[in-house]
Structures are given as structure tokens and as C-alpha cells.
């Protein structure tokens, strides 16, 4: 049996400010990592000189690299599954629809031979209808109706396939040119991103430009 605990350590506020720090430059990193291997195609070795320069160590440039191809050998899995469910959801949804398009035409045939009959069993002007016309409309209005509900779920279902078709289409060539997006962080966390909707309680990248551990930010102004 595995038991999960966590922990919450008070830290001093100098050593929660170089955590911060610290962290925010790992994640700078990270993200720089990614875009000279798999952005601008760079070599491992182009990478790594690229990132010594800008400041980090020997291991540190050598743990992000080798996050960065992780990361990326495990979306060219998780795309080539992809690629296999939306294959399989593709001849599914086109085998049910062939179903559906041949109980169509089995119940257009139904509606046209009720139709026929209907006519044939018409009562005259002036005259009562009898029980077969009524039991033969009876039947037509249940045939209408069950025709007009599997006309309009294949409807349905082609703006479904053809939507799938479309993303398998992107993702093919997606595949073949070798593009694969990564987002660093969640969906929550990119909707904290500074800008113009919060720039009250959020802090510019640029304030934080310069900044030390135990220090106040500096805002920095750019003029021409």
C-alpha cells in the first residue's frame, strides 16, 4: 500500500525569493530548451552552447536538454495513438453510417409502397375511411417519422466524420513535417499570464528583470 504525504515548509522570505527565482529561471530554461532543439532545429550540441551562454551550468543545460527530448518522444507517441483512435473512429463512424444509409433506403421503399397503398385504399369523396386506409396511414406516419429521425442523425453524424477527417488530415501532416506543440504548465496558469486584464494583481515579465533575492523588483523602462 502507497501513502502520499505533503508538506508545507515555512520558509524565511529570503529563501522562498531564491526559490522563486530559481524556479522561474528552470522554467525559462526549459522552455529555451525546447525551442532551439524543436522551434529552430537546432543540434544537441548548438543547444547546449546556446544555454551555457546564457548562464547556466553544465548539468543544468544537460537536464533540460534531455527534458526537452523526453517530453518530445513521449508526444510523438501520444500523437501516433492519437492518430490510430481517430483512424478507428473514422472507419466506425463510416461503417454505421453505411448501416444507416441502407435502412434508409429499406424504409423508402416501405414509404413509397405505403404510399401506394394509401392511394389505392382512399376513400371515395362523401365516403367514410375504412379500417385498412386508417391501419395503412397509421403505419405511413410511423415510417415518416422514424425516416426523418435517421435522415437527420446522418446529418449529424457526416458533420461529426467530417470534422474528424480534418483534425486526422492536420495531424498527419503535423506528423510528417515533425511539428509537435508543448505547453509548459496548465491551462489555469496560462489564463495568469500578465496582461492588459490584470495588470492590477499581476506583475510585468519586465519588472522582474533584474531582481534579486531579498530585494524589491525594479521596474524597467524602456525609452527611445
Known amino acids: 500500500m502507497l501513502h502520499t504525504f505533503e508538506t508545507r515548509l515555512?520558509?524565511?522570505?529570503?529563501?522562498?525569493?531564491?526559490?522563486?527565482?530559481n524556479?522561474?529561471?528552470w522554467s525559462w530554461g526549459a522552455r529555451k530548451a525546447w525551442s532551439l532543439l524543436y522551434r529552430q532545429n537546432?543540434?544537441?550540441?548548438?543547444?547546449?552552447?546556446?544555454?551555457?551562454?546564457?548562464?547556466?551550468?553544465?548539468?543544468?543545460?544537460?537536464?533540460?536538454?534531455?527534458?526537452?527530448?523526453?517530453?518530445?518522444?513521449?508526444?510523438?507517441?501520444?500523437?501516433?495513438?492519437?492518430?490510430?483512435?481517430?483512424?478507428?473512429?473514422?472507419?466506425?463512424?463510416e461503417r454505421a453510417l453505411?448501416?444507416?444509409?441502407?435502412?434508409?433506403?429499406?424504409?423508402?421503399?416501405?414509404?413509397?409502397?405505403?404510399?401506394?397503398?394509401?392511394n389505392k385504399v382512399a376513400p371515395k369523396p362523401g365516403k367514410a375511411r375504412s379500417n385498412r386506409y386508417l391501419t395503412t396511414l397509421a403505419r405511413l406516419r410511423e415510417v415518416d417519422t422514424e425516416l426523418k429521425f435517421c435522415r437527420n442523425w446522418v446529418a449529424q453524424k457526416e458533420?461529426?466524420?467530417?470534422?474528424?477527417?480534418?483534425k486526422l488530415s492536420s495531424l498527419l501532416i503535423a506528423i510528417d513535417e515533425g511539428r509537435y506543440s508543448l505547453c509548459f504548465g496548465s491551462k489555469k496558469l496560462l489564463q495568469q499570464r500578465p496582461g492588459?486584464?490584470?495588470?492590477?494583481?499581476?506583475?510585468?515579465?519586465?519588472s522582474?528583470?533584474?531582481?534579486?533575492?531579498?530585494t524589491q523588483p525594479e521596474t524597467v523602462r524602456s525609452g527611445r
Do not use: C, W
Open 196 to 206: 492588459e486584464h490584470n495588470t492590477e494583481t499581476t506583475r510585468s515579465p519586465l
Open 208 to 214: 522582474r528583470i533584474g531582481t534579486r533575492p531579498g
Open 10 to 21: 515555512n520558509l524565511p522570505p529570503e529563501f522562498a525569493a531564491l526559490l522563486a527565482v
Open 98 to 118: 453505411a448501416d444507416k444509409g441502407k435502412k434508409i433506403q429499406a424504409l423508402s421503399k416501405r414509404q413509397a409502397k405505403l404510399r401506394a397503398q394509401r
Open 42 to 93: 537546432l543540434t544537441r550540441a548548438t543547444a547546449y552552447a546556446t544555454l551555457t551562454r546564457e548562464g547556466f551550468t553544465s548539468h543544468q543545460v544537460n537536464s533540460m536538454l534531455t527534458q526537452a527530448e523526453m517530453r518530445h518522444a513521449g508526444l510523438v507517441e501520444l500523437k501516433k495513438y492519437e492518430r490510430g483512435q481517430l483512424e478507428l473512429a473514422i472507419q466506425r463512424r
Open 23 to 25: 524556479s522561474e529561471r
Open 159 to 166: 458533420r461529426v466524420l467530417t470534422a474528424k477527417r480534418g
